[in-house]
């Protein structure tokens, strides 16, 4: 019998086969709009400074056509987001038939593999990637010198960092730069195999997402199909952590195995899995320390199980705390790194985005003062703004803390909301960094408006970014003209399939 993230899918909760018919059509669009991102990324994607399809025939063109390569590229992302929306309607929680565990696998497959072989998009992170391994694979230290001192300004690898990122030391955790190490040693300054390797590399996290979800969820009262769907199957996922490569895909698996693992030994209570779940979880905040904060939620399902009682909770803590630093300590003098990962955690304060609320704000405080004659002090502006903001978060953090450990929410719920304040309210804030509050909430919330809530957010965040990751030098009429000829493509896309679509879109009554 199929099943469903770990429990058994009974015969007459399967797909019927006219839905079957439906699920196939849903899954050929997405299909359909994976290669089209394939194709485009080769004019519309953020290409390396110096890019092997230079010159090459037919490849080459797409570069020398970037309205219309990014029109390709829009017209993927229009197509996997309808796709992506439409198979939601096969995971609703309270539905009589959900799609089996094997459809929703077969359907990431389909929808994952072409983008493996994407040119980069949406952020240039992973050229920063490449250089800070190269600098660590030379035996100096990426936590002091940034790019362009310790490769040069001329080297390959160098050329291909944002030039705000170009002198700045590495943000990553320890973890991630000794990964990033081995990568280096294996491919040398060639751009193309190296971003290839840091692809697999955060596939593996993908990997460890879709193995932690469905047990996670099952766990959580949630349909594990469904938790799929929210997380591994998000478009975010799929164009900032497979086609972005970035690396919070590896610390977010690393995070949810941690987790998942851990609580195996919460039913009886069996402290070898809790040491090694949590030890798991200090190995993703080494990749990136936001995942830190899971340590906390896990010792309050620890100290709930032990009785609830607050010297529970404080025992629990120590316990954590022990974990967290002998991890720390192990992997910083493991890697050979040390602890100057600590003095770069602020290194993206570089970036004043208006994505950031705080840092939004601080401009629009700023802004009314020049207007009424007061001066410009935009920058005290931004620095209290984001001061503020992270002592909410931290206070936010600590009231989920003791509403989960008194049992008023779950766990999970807890993570997701502390992790979405920490990152809205923090400095800097990035497309991709709403998974960190959607994954973990995917495994815990049934509800139907926060299931609409979060489609509708991560389905309008996954459009607006440009594929290229990176301004336009004065060309800004291409995402207009992109955006334009992606639209009506698209249009005429649904046009031509409109009986299958038609098809698909008549409300089922026994649904």
């Keep these: 019998m199929p099943t469903n993230g770990g429990a058994v899918t009974p015969e007459s909760d399967l797909l019927n086969g006219r839905e079957r018919r439906q699920l196939d059509i849903v899954r050929r669009w997405g299909t359909i709009g994976a290669l089209l991102l394939t194709v485009g990324s080769l004019g519309g994607g953020a290409a390396p ?23 390709v590229v829009w017209t993927g992302i229009f197509m996997i987001v309808s796709a992506w929306l439409a ?8 539905r009589p038939r ?26 240039r992170d992973v050229y920063s990637y490449l250089a800070q391994s190269e600098i660590a694979a030379r035996g100096l230290d990426p936590y002091e010198l940034g790019p ?21 030391p590495a943000p990553y955790g320890p973890l991630f730069l000794a990964f990033g190490r081995v990568t280096a040693m294996i491919t040398g300054d060639h751009v193309v195999s190296g971003v290839f390797v840091h692809r697999l590399l955060v596939l593996c996290g993908l990997a460890m997402i879709v ?17 799929l769907w929210l997380g591994a199957l998000n478009p975010l996922v799929l164009f900032h952590i497979v086609i972005g490569v970035h690396n919070d895909g590896l610390a977010l698996g690393l995070m949810l195995v941690g987790l998942e693992l851990a609580m195996r030994g919460l039913e ?21 320390i936001p995942a830190m904060a899971a340590l906390g939620f896990l010792g309050v399902l620890v100290a709930r199980k032990l009785g609830g009682r607050i010297k529970d909770l404080a025992l629990v803590a120590g316990i954590m705390t022990v974990i967290a630093v002998v991890g720390v300590v192990v992997i910083c003098l493991g890697t050979g790194f040390g602890f100057g990962w600590i003095e770069t955690l602020n290194v993206a304060e570089a970036v004043k985005s208006w994505m950031s609320p705080p840092t939004a704000l601080a401009f629009l405080g700023a802004g009314t003062g020049i207007l009424l004659g007061l001066g410009n002090h935009t920058e005290s502006m931004v620095a209290v703004a984001r001061l503020l903001g992270q002592g909410i978060s931290v206070v936010l953090t600590v009231v989920l803390l003791w509403r989960s450990f008194k049992g008023r929410i779950k766990a999970m719920n807890g993570l997701g909301a502390s992790l979405g304040a920490i990152l809205v309210l923090g400095p800097v804030l990035q497309p991709w960094y709403v998974l960190w509050a959607a994954l973990p909430l995917a495994t815990a919330v049934v509800g139907p408006k926060f299931r609409i809530f979060a489609a509708v957010t991560s389905a309008i965040i996954a459009i607006i970014l440009p594929p290229t990751g990176s301004a336009f030098d004065g060309r800004a009429y291409t995402v207009p003209q992109a955006v334009a000829g992606a639209v009506i493509t698209f249009a005429v896309c649904v046009l031509i399939a409109r009986k299958r679509v038609g098809q698909f879109l008549k409300p089922d009554p026994a649904a």
């Excluded at 198979?87 to 609703?92: D, I, K, N």
């Excluded at 009886?268 to 949590?278: E, H, M």
Aim: aromatic letters at 12%.
């Design 211 to 227: 193995w932690a979800l469905p047990r996670l969820a099952a766990r959580f009262g949630v349909p594990p199909v469904g938790a």
């Design 87 to 94: 198979l939601g309607r096969f995971v609703r929680p309270g």
């Design 49 to 71: 400074i110096y890019s092997p399809l230079y010159g090459v025939p037919v490849l080459g063109l797409f570069s020398r056509m970037p309205s219309v390569a990014m029109g």
């Design 98 to 123: 959900l799609v089996s565990r094997s459809q929703m696998d077969r359907t990431l497959l389909m929808w994952t593999v072409p983008l493996v072989f994407c040119v980069p998009m949406f952020s």
């Design 268 to 288: 009886p209570l069996k402290w070898w899995w809790i040491t090694g779940g949590a030890a798991i979880i200090v190995c993703g905040a080494m990749v990136k």
């Design 148 to 168: 362009a001192n310790a490769l040069g300004i001329d080297h390959i690898l160098t050329r291909g960092v944002p030039n705000i990122w170009r002198e700045t």
